[in-house]
């Protein structure tokens, strides 16, 4: 017997389900809904506000994916996308749930063995820098940013260094380079004429006092 639903316009729910099966976490977003439900609505939010910053990009590279989750949430603002993540497990995940209605490009890639081949107008890199060493953070930034042109935008999302007497222990055995706000606009601007910070609270993006945010935004332009 067909299934019907009472109000006529959810059947298109019912019909999804019955022709596509449901839509699937990736390994991190998993292992989130389960432990820590809310976490996923942050990282939600974390890409929706890279996908405002760069909405109208051709093309645009997002460094550090993991599971890649949130990243049709930038592909709905943007024209193509690739996504590299160096630990070829979440990118072998990605690649098996990707969607035919929201493809993107999933490589490996190690972005302190060098930079991506090809152009890129946007790049952005959501809680990966605080998990690369301070030695290897020049290295880190040079080669994500060699493919961006000269007037493209980068985007760099990071953990407070505040914020970190509040972290998990898992959080922390990662982080090895969290900083204040001050300290990652400083460092930017090596690198961009142009650097806007901005913090973030829970869900939360505003320009309020950076030490009592739990994260931090970059947003960069005018490559040096």
Request: charged share 25%.
């Amino acid at each position: 017997m067909e299934k019907k639903t009472r109000e006529k316009q959810y059947q298109i729910i019912i019909d999804h389900y019955e022709n596509k099966g449901l839509e699937s976490f990736g390994l991190m977003s998993s292992q989130g809904w389960l432990d820590d439900p809310k976490r996923l609505v942050f990282t939600l939010s974390r890409y929706k506000f890279v996908a405002k910053m760069l909405s109208g990009c051709q093309n645009v590279l997002e460094v550090g994916c993991a599971d890649a989750f949130g990243t049709r949430i930038v592909l709905q603002e943007v024209a193509r996308l690739t996504a590299i993540d160096f630990d070829p497990l979440f990118v072998e995940d990605v690649n098996k749930r990707m969607s035919d209605r929201w493809p993107f490009t999933c490589i490996t890639h190690d972005m302190l063995a060098g930079p991506v081949l090809g152009s890129f107008d946007g790049v952005f890199a959501l809680d990966v820098l605080e998990h690369i060493r301070s030695e290897e953070e020049d290295i880190f930034v040079k080669n994500m940013i060699t493919p961006l042109a000269i007037h493209g935008v980068a985007v760099f999302g990071m953990p407070s260094l505040e914020s970190q007497i509040y972290a998990s222990s898992i959080s922390r055995a990662g982080h090895v380079n969290c900083k204040t706000m001050p300290d990652l606009k400083i460092f930017m601007q090596k690198y961009f004429h142009n650097v806007f910070t901005f913090s973030m609270n829970d869900e939360i993006v505003h320009t309020g006092y950076h030490k009592m945010a739990h994260y931090l935004f970059a947003v960069c332009c005018s490559k040096r």
